[in-house]
């Protein structure tokens, strides 16, 4: 019985904390629709609201209110019209020219490995330990299978440079698909309003 009146004086301790949180913000919020509400009234012109009534009364709250009749409106979603076809073809072959910047390529990862021996009295062991290395490591999948290679500082830096090169190949490539996608769906919808 005294810890399940423990656990109501527990709920009674953080519930007046959650109760006063709970009430600034709706003070805050019914405040908020006070203003709003003294708005719409005093733009209303009878019980219902005009148009102009409703306009003002969303942008007093901070609301942009669009007009998809207005000329600015009409202009601005000119502007943000889809790419052409003509659009697409440029971008794709921008993107075949980075392509052709792009030097030699390798898959795999390099990483520094550091080694223990068993020598008992090397600074490998001492305190704080000093381990070998850095011994760097190609890895990768071949014909299905792992493989490692040791590699020294100057292989590290071009197996890297190699590796990053593949990274952005494969990069490029997404982008030139998603590219094509688009183009090509919209000579498809020519095809069809053709028809």
Same mark, same amino acid.
């Given at each position: %019985?005294?810890?399940?009146?423990?656990?109501?004086? *527990? !709920?009674?301790?953080?519930?007046?904390? &959650?109760?006063?949180?709970?009430?600034?913000?709706?003070?805050?919020?019914?405040?908020?629709?006070?203003?709003?509400?003294?708005?719409?009234?005093?733009? +209303?012109?009878?019980?219902?609201?005009?148009?102009?009534? %409703?306009? /003002?009364?969303?942008?007093?709250?901070?609301?942009?209110?669009?007009?998809?009749?207005?000329?600015?409106?009409?202009?601005?979603?000119?502007?943000?019209? !889809?790419?052409?076809? +003509?659009?697409?073809?440029?971008?794709?072959?921008? &993107?075949?020219?980075?392509?052709?910047?792009? *030097?030699?390529?390798?898959? *795999?990862?390099?990483?520094?490995?550091?080694?223990?021996?068993?020598?008992?009295?090397?600074?490998?062991?001492? /305190?704080?330990?000093?381990?070998?290395?850095?011994?760097?490591? #190609?890895?990768?999948?071949? /014909?299905?299978?792992?493989?490692?290679?040791?590699?020294? +500082?100057?292989?590290?830096? &071009?197996?890297?440079? #190699?590796?990053?090169?593949?990274?952005? &190949?494969?990069?490029?490539?997404?982008?030139?698909?998603?590219?094509?996608?688009?183009?090509?769906?919209?000579?498809? /919808?020519?095809?069809?309003?053709?028809?």
């Amino acid at each position: %019985m005294n810890s399940g009146s423990n656990e109501s004086e *527990g !709920t009674e301790e953080t519930g007046p904390a &959650l109760q006063s949180a709970a009430s600034v913000s709706s003070k805050s919020a019914s405040g908020h629709a006070v203003n709003v509400a003294k708005s719409a009234r005093r733009n +209303a012109t009878s019980a219902s609201f005009s148009a102009e009534a %409703m306009t /003002d009364s969303l942008t007093t709250i901070g609301w942009h209110v669009v007009d998809p009749f207005s000329r600015e409106n009409a202009a601005v979603a000119r502007a943000t019209k !889809t790419p052409t076809l +003509a659009e697409h073809e440029r971008r794709y072959r921008e &993107l075949l020219a980075e392509i052709t910047e792009i *030097g030699f390529i390798r898959s *795999g990862s390099v990483a520094p490995r550091f080694n223990y021996c068993g020598k008992s009295n090397c600074r490998c062991h001492a /305190d704080p330990p000093q381990p070998h290395g850095p011994y760097w490591q #190609w890895t990768a999948k071949v /014909d299905g299978k792992t493989v490692n290679r040791r590699l020294s +500082a100057r292989e590290a830096e &071009l197996y890297q440079q #190699w590796i990053g090169n593949d990274r952005k &190949l494969r990069g490029l490539i997404d982008e030139l698909r998603a590219v094509a996608e688009q183009a090509t769906n919209l000579m498809l /919808d020519q095809v069809v309003k053709v028809r």
